[in-house]
């Protein structure tokens, strides 16, 4: 568990130029950051060896605000960004941060893709469910019923579900927590960090702003609270599917942990053999 203060993170590796940030009261976007600060002060990963990208959106505004090197990039582009700087520097730790609609809709593309080669990448994305910049848009993973600005009525498209992609095609590091799950979430981005090829980890995440309002929700305290009622840890799921019960609860956890030889390692290996 990580033991550094708030006041010692923003000190040791935020810009403190370009607070505050631009989340909203509540946003469950400023944790996950911190999260990840945390996990990478335990590991002492050397942030100067560390590349931040993301794409467009609230959650993508992350990297600007970490004393790093980044790339704030295009919205859906920050995988195939981060792929180019994985490939020309394969010392650097290249972690991307990522919205559910930058991720699973014009990016989705790109993640498929990068799982498929086995890029060593670190992405965590941010679930809010909505499209959370542009002022609550439908998201491919917003829930069926759930309200957005373009679906007042309630959504009839069937949802994505990330990180259950991530694993059938083949990622070696896959997790879902919450915000309501910090320790987890700390603990499953160390592993995602230390973990050669890709590793995804999705954070569920508040958006009273606009999700929570439209559906809603109360505040901030009110989302977290419905975050842990409404979600169910894989290994307790798995007892009540052998048991031949069933929820319609979300299921969280670390669905997948395995080895499996990353690109840098195959393409290295592969040209030095045709000499
Ligand atoms: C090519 C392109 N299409 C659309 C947009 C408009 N746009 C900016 S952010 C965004 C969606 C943001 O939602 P998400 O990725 O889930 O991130 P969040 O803001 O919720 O963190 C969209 C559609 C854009 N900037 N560029
Ligand atoms: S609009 Fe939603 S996702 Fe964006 S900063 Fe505000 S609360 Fe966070």
Request: hydrophobic share 35%; aromatic share 10%.
């Amino acid at each position: 568990m990580s033991f550094i203060s708030n006041s010692l993170i923003i000190e040791k590796y935020l810009r403190k130029d370009m607070l505050p940030t631009i989340f909203c009261t509540g946003c469950g976007i400023g944790s996950v950051m911190n999260f990840t600060l945390r996990a990478i002060h335990d590991l002492n990963i050397d942030i100067n060896k560390t590349v931040f990208v993301s794409g467009i959106g609230c959650s993508s505004r992350i990297p600007g605000y970490i004393y790093s090197d980044g790339l704030h990039s295009l919205h859906g582009r920050a995988i195939a960004y981060a792929t180019g700087v994985k490939l020309a520097n394969p010392e650097l730790k290249v972690v991307v941060f990522t919205g559910d609609g930058d991720c699973g809709a014009i990016g989705g593309n790109h993640f498929l893709h990068a799982i498929r080669r086995n890029i060593d990448l670190t992405v965590i994305s941010i679930n809010n469910f909505i499209y959370g910049m542009t002022g609550g848009q439908v998201a491919p993973t917003t829930p069926l019923k759930s309200k957005t600005t373009t679906t007042p009525y309630g959504n009839i498209e069937y949802p994505i579900d990330l990180s259950m992609m991530a694993k059938v095609i083949g990622a070696p590091y896959v997790a879902r927590w919450t915000t309501a799950h910090p320790i987890q979430c700390i603990s499953s981005i160390k592993k995602a960090l230390q973990k050669k090829g890709f590793s995804f980890v999705e954070i569920l995440s508040p958006c009273p702003t606009s999700y929570g309002r439209l559906n809603k929700m109360g505040t901030t305290l009110d989302m977290t609270k419905h975050f842990k009622e409404s979600t169910i840890n894989i290994k307790l799921y798995e007892k009540m599917l052998a048991e031949g019960k069933t929820t319609d609860k979300m299921v969280i956890g670390e669905f997948v942990d395995i080895e499996k030889e990353d690109f840098n390692t195959k393409y290295k290996k592969f040209y030095s053999d045709l000499k």
